[in-house]
């Protein structure tokens, strides 16, 4: 009789300690998968390589090809592009646009895509960092510098329509997104405008003048908190003068937009 209580007392132990070495486990188990599923990043769309959640801001270029780069302007383009890349924020979608005689044709992004981050500052056990790494290489550095060569490679054009471009760029790009974070535009050009809404090579012009205008009506757009950069290209005389700075700058104003930095390309 006392061989037997002996008997199902070390049982009982040992049910015990089984039952505790399973609560433990199981402890284990879920608080691993806690820690992963806090520790792990949203998914991106594959398409795009932008977050689920929507870009967490906008760097928005638009390479105006009226006139045709000469040798050193390229070179600079190339150095002011590849800089543009490679400092944009993980989660930021870049919209490429080019600007040609019929800009009409060129309403969509000529390249659209987010920076979905090199991750070389992810960690190991959350991630797949040589896979991260090469989606932001081959998918993102890739075709990003691939299309350097077609912004800037084209024959003159007969008009240059920026104004009706920054419109198109407007609803095409920064109203279709609406990103919460920073909104960055980029423009590369000598921002002399030619079209029948204004022509900056006939005389003198100024803002006050063309806001006057039934065109400048026609062709508004809101950049409420924009950050416009200005990359001139030295083209022609009129680009060096307080005049055609001046207009940008009162019609960044106008648009709400901030004031933008002044900025040139070598050439």
Same mark, same amino acid.
């Given at each position: ?142 075709? %990003? /510098?691939?299309? $350097?060569?077609? @912004?800037?490679?084209?024959?003159? *054009? ?5 104004? +009706? ?25 000598? %921002? /002399?405008?030619? $079209?029948?809404? @204004?022509?900056?090579?006939?005389? *003198? ?5 063309? +806001? ?56």
């Amino acid at each position: 009789m006392a061989r037997s209580s002996k008997i199902r007392r070390r049982k009982n132990r040992l049910n015990i300690i089984a039952t505790a070495l399973f609560i433990c486990f199981a402890a284990t188990i879920v608080g691993a998968a806690i820690w992963w599923a806090m520790n792990r990043k949203p998914g991106i769309d594959p398409q795009t390589l932008c977050p689920q959640s929507g870009p967490r801001g906008h760097q928005v270029l638009l390479v105006d090809k009226t006139d045709a780069f000469n040798t050193a302007q390229k070179a600079s383009f190339d150095i002011f592009f590849k800089e543009l890349i490679e400092s944009t924020p993980e989660g930021y979608l870049i919209s490429i646009f080019v600007l040609g005689d019929d800009f009409k044709n060129n309403t969509k992004p000529f390249l659209e895509l987010c920076n979905p981050g090199t991750g070389n500052d992810k960690n190991e056990l959350t991630d797949n960092v040589k896979e991260l790494q090469q989606r932001y290489r081959k998918h993102f550095i890739g075709p %990003m /510098l691939t299309v $350097s060569n077609d @912004l800037i490679n084209s024959p003159s *054009a007969k008009e240059s329509p920026i104004l +009706e471009m920054l419109q198109l760029i407007s609803l095409h790009a920064i109203q279709l997104h609406k990103v919460k974070g920073e909104v960055n535009l980029f423009i590369v050009s000598d %921002m /002399l405008q030619n $079209s029948r809404a @204004l022509n900056m090579y006939k005389g *003198a012009f100024s803002f006050e003048k063309y +806001e006057q205008s039934y065109q400048a009506s026609k062709l508004w757009v809101d950049f409420s908190n924009v950050n416009i950069h200005l990359y001139l290209v030295n083209n022609n005389p009129k680009t060096l003068t307080d005049e055609l700075t001046n207009f940008w700058k009162a019609y960044s104003k106008k648009v709400k937009a901030n004031e933008p930095t002044i900025n040139m390309i070598s050439g």
